[in-house]
């Protein structure tokens, strides 16, 4: 069933609207979190007031931005419903296994010692107040954790079997689904760049107190918390970023294709570490450079850590090639049409109460259903995702990545040698670097995001079939009211985290 391109189109947008928006807020609540578990152990451990000071003031940052990005992750949830029935009914024995083990366990375990956290102060022991901030830190990961399996399940949809009876995906080993190689690579590379993102807000904030001669001695030591950590995140950002681009190469090879405009397959890939693609395409959809800077061999050592190996180009994957075992998309496709008609086979004849036609149907569903999805596509190049989009946001969060370390290491060295006059250049980049951290994690779900469309199970559901059945109207209106919602929420939230970094932490800041 093929649904209104325009209501696909809206409904993407919607679901993508909520998500840019609902990711500002999380990256930064995730590193916060064991930053502040970080300076108030220091606290318990020296007895210094001082990091005590320096806790509360971040702890009321946390609380300002956590309370907002738990309304949109709830709106969040709540679209798969509304707007992706299909898709749930699909996917429902999977995809709800992981979202209702993070109500469960990890936000029960939030929302119980985050009240300690913020109230315990002189109430509880000071051992058990530590145990409740970091278990608000351990937790908000395990949040993450539990969307993140949910989110590589379909991107790499494993430890499942498709059910014709009640045509729909049946988990069949949890376990399989919460160690796939993809999941746990992407919950370690997403929470480590939110721990990034938030060493970088506190760096910069940290730079603007310098620079009005405000708080020094906090500015200086959440300085050399923020930097460590982060220098630390970002080697394991890198570890996981290079985990990511051989299970891309392995599992999605289109997508790390087209995150290098690579469209013909070679031996020796060179990456193309900077690039200006041309604002047309040919009939194959092919991009030509306009300017590009190659590294030679790079792109084979990164997907295979073999310089010499073979990396399929869009060409291939599309049209095929035989001498390297690809097959084309339209024998796919065709693969994918015997799938789709074998089920609708089998439930007819269920129906009439033929099961010897039934056993057939199925047989010819099992051999083919690998290629379900390819079944719905109508011309080979919809399996090819938007090459611009993936290219380009590629590249903007690898370069800010690589400032991200150097604004870390510099910082340090200025703090830990005491050059603040001749930092000041510094200071003004670390401030200016806070927006760059919010494009750079951006730019890492674009990535993601565009990169396996047309798919949103890989293989076995593309978008244009997994929407709900509404009129593309009704979601322009939601649409637009998200919009205006979100955007009244954001700007209340950056409002209201200016005005508390204004006030500064005062007397033990306004906990």
């Known amino acids: 069933m093929i649904m209104d391109a325009s209501l696909v189109d809206w409904s993407r947008a919607q679901f993508a609207l909520t998500a840019i928006y609902h990711w500002l807020f999380v990256p930064l609540t995730l590193g916060l979190s064991f930053i502040i578990a970080f300076m108030e152990t220091l606290y318990v451990r020296t007895g210094n007031e001082e990091w005590k000071r320096i806790t509360k003031f971040w702890m009321t940052l946390f609380g300002v931005n956590f309370a907002i990005g738990v309304a949109t992750g709830i709106i969040l949830e709540f679209e798969f419903g509304t707007n992706w029935s299909n898709y749930s009914w699909f996917v429902g024995d999977i995809f709800g296994a992981p979202l209702a083990v993070e109500g469960i366990m990890a936000f029960f375990l939030e929302s119980t010692f985050i009240a300690v956290m913020f109230f315990g102060w002189n109430k509880v022991s000071q051992k058990f107040h530590l145990a409740s901030t970091w278990l608000v830190a351990v937790g908000a990961s395990l949040s993450a954790l539990w969307i993140l399996v949910a989110n590589a399940w379909m991107q790499y949809p494993v430890g499942m079997r498709f059910n014709p009876e009640t045509a729909r995906n049946e988990m069949v080993n949890f376990w399989v689904v919460l160690f796939s190689p993809v999941a746990i690579n992407k919950f370690l590379h997403t929470v480590t760049s939110g721990y990034v993102l938030a ?3 506190v760096v910069g904030v940290s730079a603007w107190f310098l620079l009005r001669n405000r708080h020094q001695l906090l500015a200086k030591r959440s300085i050399i918390i923020a ?12 570890l996981t970023g290079d985990g990511s681009a051989r299970l891309l190469a392995r599992h999605q090879p289109v997508k790390f294709a087209a995150m290098e405009n690579l469209y013909e397959g070679t031996t020796h890939a060179p990456l193309a570490a900077v690039g200006i693609l041309s604002g047309t395409r040919n009939e194959h959809r092919q991009r030509e450079f306009l300017l590009k800077i190659e590294i030679p061999s790079l792109l084979s050592l990164m997907a295979f850590h073999d310089a010499k190996a073979y990396v399929p180009g869009i060409k291939d994957l599309i049209h095929g090639n035989p001498e390297r075992s690809i097959i084309s998309v339209e024998e796919k496709m065709a693969k994918g049409r015997l799938a789709v008609t074998a089920l609708k086979n089998f439930k007819e004849a269920k129906e009439e109460g033929n099961l ?9 569903f099992e051999e083919n259903f690998a290629y379900f999805g390819y079944g719905h596509l109508t011309d080979v190049h919809q399996a090819i995702p938007p090459i611009s989009p993936t290219f380009y946001s590629f590249r903007i969060m690898v370069v800010l990545g690589m400032w991200f370390v150097l604004l870390f290491l510099l910082s340090l060295y200025f703090v830990l040698r005491r050059k603040q006059p001749k930092w000041r250049w510094l200071l003004y980049a670390a401030v200016l670097s806070i927006p760059l951290a919010y494009l750079a994690s951006e730019m890492g779900w674009l990535v993601a995001e565009f990169g396996r469309q047309p798919w949103v199970i890989q293989d076995l559901m593309p978008t244009s079939v ?11 209106l939601t649409f637009s009211l998200f919009a205006i919602t979100f955007t009244l929420l954001l700007i209340a939230d950056i409002k209201i985290m200016t005005r508390q970094i204004k006030l500064g932490p005062k007397d033990g800041g306004t906990l």
């Open 356 to 364: 010897s036609r039934a056993d057939s149907a199925r047989v010819i």
């Open 199 to 201: 060493s970088v807000f």
């Open 227 to 238: 930097s460590v950590f982060g220098l630390i995140m970002s080697f394991f950002l890198i």
């Open 466 to 476: 997994a929407v709900s059945s509404l009129t593309a109207g009704s979601v322009k």
